[in-house]
């Protein structure tokens, strides 16, 4: 849409008030309510984790932190994210350049399946592991013959994770690739370059901070998955559970304080992913919110 | 399209490209979707077909279950509904004002998508329970919050949030004031401005928000079986009845519930396929 550009004085009609600016009345009043129901929803709950953890004072929280169940949850969280983010991250590369920088039929249908895993339930995501590889699904027999345990052990947490978290960066750099088109690429092919070639010197340095913005929404989602998680772990302290389980367990067994300060660490992992979200929003705008 | 590049041979199947490694990089992505989304997908619908129908009908459509149903549908359509009030003022306020906090309520409407939902679920429950913060002032209103289908409600809230927002608060930006201007000068009043000229821009990208918020809803668990109660048939959801089943080791039966939900899931899932090619097709 080309804009008319001319020096009008903002209209004004008849209230004196210049259009598309609302009396301050409107705006106290649209302030008041978003800031009213950010507060009771958003900042609410971000406090209430804070506030349970620390309410008898810092030492219970680090005496929470350091116990060998909830360092092991803290492990076996970062392990699941070490294999799943960088799985889903070549994963999602591979995708873009096949669906952005190519043109084939049913590439329409394609994008749908990849988003496929945002629409499902956490829980049938675990399920569905669970059928595959459970003592009674598609592999329970052979599996159990050959003495493998995937599910209620730590694969299936893998899987399940990959599984919720397949879409993020492959739904970032798809569109951020199909914008940027193939002009850079075809040049680059032109002057001999070869595949892996062009990907490092030309593709990489134009998705980089798209890749890493996929990369940080997938991580948050891999490191707080709670649903999918929880249906094919079993719940074995000190082996299969993760950071979001052992937050569960402990909730359940009334200790509260050690609850809330798992919840804190993950809270701040939280909050620092909404930082560099933020960041990277600024070092590059996009048009569209992500990250469902 | 801006690869204007010379027409090649074309071949039966694609444009050939002279970007090189599509063989491999639609091999990667095939086999992975295959290995790691549509094979197990497809273990529920062989199992659930398994079943037949009579076995199928009694656990997909018990008491129990449609009750379930019932609660995650309602309470993910309220959310929805609440969210999509709150979201436009929202997305109003963050696109249109400038005001102290802006740039932190701006990071603050993600904060559902960046935090855990157990972590939510348990902050909420705790909130809201009768002894809480919020559920003791609710209590002494007489409203029960957490431990009802209110707290379900309260829940797929939180969770659902940022999805209008986000949805609505580009399509307002590019907007133009002009048009608005325009409106104006041609003796429109502000009312009749926003109830002509800017709602009708918005509707597409609201429906979307409302719909994304709303599946959202419908399969979230996490966040909500703390504040729950978890009573069969009264605030037991859909996703918290198949995790039952499953420590029933009754496969069939959560396979079936399962099924359903999926349904569901991919019915919203081309709807807002649909509503988005009809707001491109209508506002190009």
Redesign the interface.
Known sequence: MA?LVLP?P??R?A?G?P??R?PAWV?AL??I???G??G???????A??FV?ALSKGVGPVLNALVQPDALSAIGLTLTVAAIAVPLNA??GV??A???A?????GKAF?I??????F??????AG??????F?L???FGAWLSDHDIKIIFAVPGII?AT??VT?PFVARELIPLMQAQ???E??AA??LGA??LQ??WRVTTPNIRWGLLYGVL?CN?RA?????AV??VSGHIRGQTDT???H??IL?NEYD?VG??SV?AL??L???I???L??LLEALEPR?????? | MTGAAPPHRRSLFRRRSAVPGFGLTLGVTLLALSLVVLIPLSSVAIKAAGMGWPDFAAAAFSTRALDAYRLSFGAALIGAGINGVFGVLTAWALVRYRFPGRTLLNGLVDLPFALPTAVAGIALATLYAPNGLFGAALAKAGIKSAYSPLGVVIALTFVGLPFVVRTVEPVLRDLSVDVEEASATLGAGRLQTIARVVAPALVPAWLTGFALAFARGVGEYGSVIFIAGNMPFRTEIAPLLITMQLEQFDYASASAIAVVMLAVSFLLLFLINAIQAWSRRHQG
């Open positions: 804009d009008a903002s209209v009609p209230s008030q259009v598309g609302d705006r649209v302030l309510l978003v800031v129901f950010v009771l929803f958003l900042l609410a709950p971000l209430m984790v349970g070549v994963f591979c995708a350049w096949a669906v920088k190519h043109s084939f039929p394609l749908t399946l990849i988003d496929l895993p629409s499902v339930s956490p829980v049938v399920l569905i592991f669970v059928l595959v459970g009674q699904g598609w899987l990959i599984f397949f088109g193939v002009d690429e075809e092919a032109t070869n595949g062009t990907f929404l948050a490191m707080g998955e709670f649903g929880s249906v950071m979001p389980l937050v569960e909730y509260f609850a809330f919840a993950l809270c992992l939280a909050v992913t909404l930082a979200k933020a048009e569209t919110g992500h990250g469902l």
